[in-house]
């Protein structure tokens, strides 16, 4: 069986040389993450253009998802190679940009004294060192580790998300946005989302004609506002490492599964981060708990896996890139395909309540399409889509068929790289819905996608629909 999740590979000073790049996308990276906290903007469109080349010069369909900063709360660079901060051990926090040690930390945030309050908990780096806050002196706040543990660079603190001022999206990130929108980037993440309001103000064109807006679920508040959030944003990402530090760490798992079922259900590609390989940041291989828990994110529904220091600064990125796609390919073939389509299939009736006609149409047509390829044991079935909506709204249901996207947009096809099961591809541009089935069908056969014999669904708009909808579904018999 073909691998239906994808894998998302973060770049950085590891991976973004081109022989790297080109493993990666050997051994199977679909989207590739440009992490925009820790690199200039000059670093970052080299890595864009560089991965454009390669993936063309591969003939490869690669997406690119450029994650936005966000109000991101830093500690000061560590000094040498870091340092241990051992439980029970007593330090100073100071608002700055300064260097760290052992005895004081400088935090780049102006409101730290006045925000932060004694009995906070403050999380370094994805949460593996803890600390209370005990007193503010007015010019620092005195913490204790609770749990202790190693931080180097300049790691994440975090700020329980209710003591926070500040919002998002940035000053930093719509400059940040505007450079790759010029680019022609494919989707771009919105860090620190509370509401649906704060991804309204990206305030970018729709997706194809803009980037597909990727939400990451990271705060309190967003879990609370999740439904809203997902309706606006174009996918979601479940951030676990800042979840862990909103919430007690036995609700993260409980939290995953909630929020990729509402994605799934109302269409939209939802990854899941934080952790998934760490140990292959230096090791060889994984651990068995992590090799479960991509698989469990898999069987949970995850459209996407995410790796980020395994492939940004680990030993060998393309062997990590190629152990998920590995661990992922064989959790699909356990997939349970038929209990998932008919829980999403509950959902199909409120959501066809609270869209809007076209998507009424779509919605309802790709579910027919799902049921007649589930019933006839379809070979592959085959989507004409310019937006991509139509891919996404099968993709809902994980049919076993195969299914292949095909869009006269070239950034319709990229987004599709990160939505489940689906394999995109460019079809020249025709007003003839018929003649646009009988090129996607002919493609399909060249590229041995399917094969004389072969009975396949077919969905896609015609001339007879006013609005932008797909209303058709086809059985077809390849000659």
Request: proline letters at 6%; charged letters at 20%; aromatic letters at 4%.
């Amino acid at each position: 069986m073909q691998r239906r999740t994808k894998v998302v590979a973060t770049i950085g000073p590891a991976s973004d040389s081109p022989e790297v790049l080109k493993a990666l996308m050997v051994a199977g990276m679909d989207v590739a993450r440009l992490g925009l906290a820790h690199e200039t903007l000059e670093i970052a469109l080299a890595r864009f253009d560089a991965i454009r080349s390669i993936a063309a010069d591969l003939g490869r369909e690669v997406g690119i998802l450029a994650d936005l900063p966000g109000p991101k709360v830093r500690a000061g660079h560590v000094e040498g190679n870091g340092i241990v901060l051992p439980a029970g051990a007593m330090l100073r926090l100071v608002p700055g940009t300064g260097s760290s040690n052992a005895n004081l930390i400088h935090v780049d945030y102006a409101s730290l004294l006045d925000d932060v309050e004694p009995g906070d908990h403050l999380a370094f780096g994805d949460g593996a060192v803890v600390a209370e806050a005990v007193a503010n002196t007015g010019d620092a706040l005195e913490v204790r580790i609770l749990h202790g543990g190693p931080i180097k660079g300049r790691p994440g603190v975090h700020i329980p998300s209710d003591r926070l001022t500040v919002t998002a999206p940035t000053d930093e990130d719509l400059r940040l946005l505007d450079a790759f929108v010029d680019r022609g980037v494919d989707m771009v993440a919105l860090s620190f989302v509370r509401s649906a309001h704060d991804v309204r103000r990206i305030g970018t064109v729709p997706h194809p004609e803009g980037p597909l807006v990727v939400a990451k679920i990271e705060t309190r508040a967003a879990v609370d506002n999740l439904s809203s959030i997902i309706e606006v944003a174009g996918a979601i990402m479940v951030a676990r490492g800042d979840l862990g530090a909103e919430f007690p760490i036995e609700e993260v798992p409980h939290l995953q599964k909630k929020i990729i079922g509402q994605c799934i259900a109302l269409g939209r590609p939802v990854i899941t981060a934080t952790q998934m390989l760490e140990s292959m940041v230096t090791a060889p291989s994984p651990t068995r708990a992590e090799a479960s828990d991509v698989a469990n994110a898999v069987f949970d529904g995850s459209s996407a896996l995410m790796l980020s220091a395994e492939s940004a600064v680990g030993a060998d990125p393309a062997n990590a890139v190629a152990t998920m796609a590995r661990i992922a390919r064989r959790a699909d073939q356990e997939f349970d395909y038929e209990r998932w389509a008919n829980t999403v299939a509950v959902y199909h009736r409120e959501q066809i309540a609270r869209g809007s006609m076209d998507d009424a149409v779509t919605n309802t047509m790709s579910m027919a399409g799902w049921r007649a390829a589930t019933d006839t044991k379809a070979a592959a079935i085959l989507c004409i889509s310019r937006t991509g909506f139509t891919v996404r709204s099968i993709a809902r249901f994980r049919p076993e068929a195969p299914i292949f996207g095909f869009s006269t947009d070239e950034r319709t096809c990229r987004q599709l790289t990160l939505s489940w099961g689906a394999s995109p591809y460019l079809l020249p541009a025709d007003t003839s819905p018929d003649n646009q089935v009988d090129r996607a069908i002919a493609a399909a056969l060249e590229r041995g996608l399917v094969r004389s014999g072969d009975l396949v669904a077919v969905l896609h708009g015609s001339d007879y629909y006013p609005g932008q909808a797909t209303d058709t579904v086809r059985l077809v018999g390849i000659p």
